[in-house]
């Protein structure tokens, strides 16, 4: 596959081994013909579109373009035309859009139009496809000067299916072959396992037999044919993850192609095959996955925190991706190390120094068990030495409790924290502490326990009492830090809250939390959170 370039004509989304574009011509110039009605200068939009699209491919891949362009504009008109509304009110105004369009371009002569409207007809769904056919099926009788290729346009046959999947679990290509007599090529699809298996990448390829070779010729890959029922499920299940993603990481090829895959795809004779359930680890089995490591040849001789940092390993592995914690992945080492540990973990330089000699042993025990190649267990130990700076810049100066080389793990159960400020509607962001005088420890700390604070009464007792929690937080650590290891840290900003509530009597007889149902809201006892309040209060000489 060649790289996909940028698309300042419109070309980065033509990955053909051994092709090269042609030059860029100039579209043609556009359609003159006066209408009046709105169908007519949405069409303008899609035609001008539809040209600009076809002069940056190759002609051979024109049937294709043509097909991906008005495929991605009508979705793009879907939900900017009908996106509300009960379903027979938005298949009333679709039904009326694409008639009127139909009227529009049957009355139209030119090659241009043409195009569009044998485009529209072989793709739109069943809305407009009636009359579109019908325009189009008129106009063909006396069109001329269209190119041979349009009678290509929407009718390429999926004849097999190959997924390619990388050894160290990274993602996986579905590729879909596509015959006909002129120009076979294939549509791949890259699946990211590290990204939620989201579908991240569309793009053409040549036919099926020229990528399997480009495939195993790179190497480590694993390449096995499978039904194309079994294809279109595992697309359409990644293409759902795709969806439920805030804000995808995915390619401009992706937003080109997409529509267009769908629209392949629903037209299947074959049912979609679902995949299975990808199987969840329970704590115990985690655990137990954990104590085989460290009872292995791999575990011996490890620092005292080596349980909890191969736990650590194996959540991120299992909540955050897809895969498992058995993939030895220098793209997970990096997610690990760079990324998710130094966000969730706050922990000294103890602590943290034992971090990447214990995932190098997982590692290679991973890779022992899975009976990975030499090179590929290199490869990820060696990502391991490239992202540790990632964590000595995160680690603490001084030792956080008691001991050194403890660690607080904010919220083992919550969600980052960033995505919980969001979910809060009308909270917004929380306000940044004062870290004036305060040394490295110190500002690490309430700038990981006054958000929590903050977030946690506004979700729990409503808006108003969010900045009174964030203000307490920072006194808690500005003027009161041995009391911090008094409890984990996590308890803290529960023990405010506990404490608000109880201060404005949002708990009691005729209320509507009890004691109980408090200490529910906020995962913890009652009687954890009551002591811990106590010291709160009587440390800081809180009003009661």
Known sequence: MTKSRGRDGRG??????????????????????VDTTPSAAVLETLQETLLLDLAAAPSALHPVIAEASVARSAALLADQLWPAGRPDEIGEVERFFWADAARVLGERRDPDSFVLLTSLARTVGPAGRLPLQRAHL??????????????????????????????????????????????????VVFVDNNVGAIVKDVFVGPPVDRVVEAYQRGGRVTVRSIRPAAAAGIILQALGETGDHDDPPVTEDFEFFSGLLVNRLTQLPERPIRPPIRAMLSPRHRQELVDEFLASEFGAGL????????????????????G???????????????????????????????????????????????????????????????WTPA??????????????????????????????????????SPPKPDLTGLDK???ATVSVLAPHAWLLAGETLGLDFAEEAFVIAERLVRDAPDLLTKARLSTWPRAIVWHLAHRHRL??????????????????SAPTLRKTAKLLTDTLVLPR
């Open 441 to 443: 420890n110190q500002s």
């Open 391 to 428: 964590l000595e810049a995160a680690a603490l100066d001084e030792p956080m409790g008691p001991r050194s080389g403890e660690r607080v793990f904010l919220d083992e159960t919550g969600t980052d924290l960033e995505e919980a400020y969001r979910s809060l509607a009308g909270l917004g």
């Open 138 to 187: 008129s106009r063909a009788r006396t069109q001329l000067g269209v190119p041979e290729w349009v009678s290509r346009i929407a009718g390429f046959r999926l004849t097999s299916a190959v997924v390619s999947e990388d050894v160290t679990g990274d993602g996986l290509s579905v590729v879909l072959d596509y015959d006909d007599d002129e120009y076979g090529h294939t549509l």
């Open 12 to 33: 980065s989304h033509l990955r053909l081994v051994g092709s090269s574009p042609e030059p860029t011509p100039q579209p043609p110039a556009g359609v003159t013909d």
């Open 324 to 386: 498992g914690p058995m993939r030895v992945s220098a793209v997970l080492v990096e997610l690990f190390l760079a990324s998710w540990l130094p966000r969730k973990v706050l922990a000294d330089s103890t602590y943290f120094g034992a971090v990447p000699r214990v995932v190098k042993a997982w590692l290679e025990f991973a890779g022992d068990r899975t009976h990975l190649d030499l090179d590929a267990i290199a490869e990820a130990t060696d990502a391991v030495d490239v």
């Open 303 to 322: 620092p005292e925190d080596a349980p909890d940092i191969a736990r650590l390993w194996v959540d991120h592995a299992l909540d955050r991706t897809v």
């Open 507 to 524: 708990v009691g007889p005729g209320e509507q939390l009890t004691p109980l149902t408090l200490a529910a809201d906020l995962a913890s």
